[in-house]
């Protein structure tokens, strides 16, 4: 019998599904809702050694910033001492490579999974993502034959740039990446997943690699020059697409919002839209007492856990500086959200009340994904900390990152005591709150 056990009591854990260096993939299900998830279970100790740290990280954050249908979607991340476990979407379909091993697609099949690929990267791209590393491998397909984008391990983020401008990591599998990443000198990361989403439809129409050959200085040689033959069954309209996307200067090279335009493309082309990313509020406050008078207490495991340093897990998700959704504060829940009220009217962010210690702000301007709405929630912790949480209702994740670092911070600053992954050390080596409201009045409202 399948041996099985269960992870913080809400998911399920069952049979492996695949292994690397630094991870498992098991096949599990929620306990509630019996729904499939794949849990990546990472080895910290083994991570840290290979120095392998800001890989994951990075992938995970990228995972949470890149949320659309054709991209495989993070649900959780947890953590144990030893272990940090990334709970997916299952995607049963395996994948693509499988289903190209078998030969050529028709040239309507390919066109539906390169539509997909290509609207996955164009808003990758609007996120200031790059994957770096697309190719059949990472193209999952689901049990609806949709296609799915995997594996950010080796994906660029926007801080990565140097001060020209450009990337200078050299990476990704050689078949498949842009001449320019091959070279010394720097490179744009949208241009190179351009080149090899060219790659990628040819293989898709053609059933076999545009650059090969056994000497791999040869095939970088072919690559270089841009150097390949259409078999003679791939449409002429297919042929010039692909002519545009595998150009070796990528100053010339077609850009993907050109791409959406070309007529073989838009054949039949439906543009999917980003997932709306509403907070489940089981998550955002577990183990929570309610009562009308007196604002929700925080279980004191959960607060520990979610302050302190050694358990904090925003590190994964994005930069420290990013972590700005989470305060405590020394004043009283009533005073906390007449200051948040306060506040947002300076904003200009309507005000409506979701509870007594529970507010909705809503913005006035139009933002890339409607207007940004935040929910703010105060918790008390003890008779004389509260905690407050920032999460995004509605809008773009960008735009409620820069609210709350731009404009939450200086318009709350007299009211925090210190904000979470802020903290800092003492000549002690003791953790101090250490936030921008340590010019806390001895009079606490």
Known sequence: MEERHTLFEKYEMGRLLGKGT????????????????????????QVRREGMMDQIQREIAVMR?????????IKEVMATKTKIFVVMEYVKGGELFATVARGRLREDLARKYFQQLISAVDFCHSRGVCHRDL??????????GDLKVSDFGLSALPEQLRHDGLLHTRCGTPAYVA???LRKKGYDGSKADTWSCGVILYVLLAGFLPFQDEN????????????????????????????????????????????????????NFSRSNSFQITPNPEESAPNLRKSSSSPAFFNAFEFISSMSSGFDLSSLFEDRRRTGSVFTSRWSAAAIVAKIETAAARLRFGVSKVGDFKLRL??????RKGRL???????????????VE????AGDTLEYVKFCEEDVRPALKDIVWTWQGDNVCNSNGKVDGGGEGEKQPSDKP
């Open 179 to 181: 001449p320019e990443v």
């Open 390 to 393: 920032f999460s995004k209702a």
């Open 362 to 367: 809503q913005g006035e301007a139009e933002g």
């Open 65 to 73: 910033l890149v949320r659309h249908p054709n991209v495989v979607e």
């Open 22 to 45: 630094f991870a498992k993939v098991y096949y599990g299900k929620q306990v509630v809702s019996g729904d499939s998830v794949a849990i990546k279970v990472i080895n910290k100790d």
């Open 373 to 387: 709405a935040v929910t703010a929630e105060v918790f008390e912790v003890a008779e004389e900390v509260a905690v």
């Open 216 to 267: 791999l200085v040869n095939m970088y040689k072919k690559v270089f020059k841009a150097e390949f033959e259409f078999p003679p069954w791939i449409s002429s309209e297919a042929r010039r697409l692909i002519s545009k996307l595998l150009v070796v200067d990528p100053q010339r090279r077609i850009t993907i919002p050109a791409v959406m335009r070309v007529p073989w493309f838009c054949k």
């Open 135 to 144: 190719k059949p491998e990472n193209l999952l397909l689901d049990e609806n």
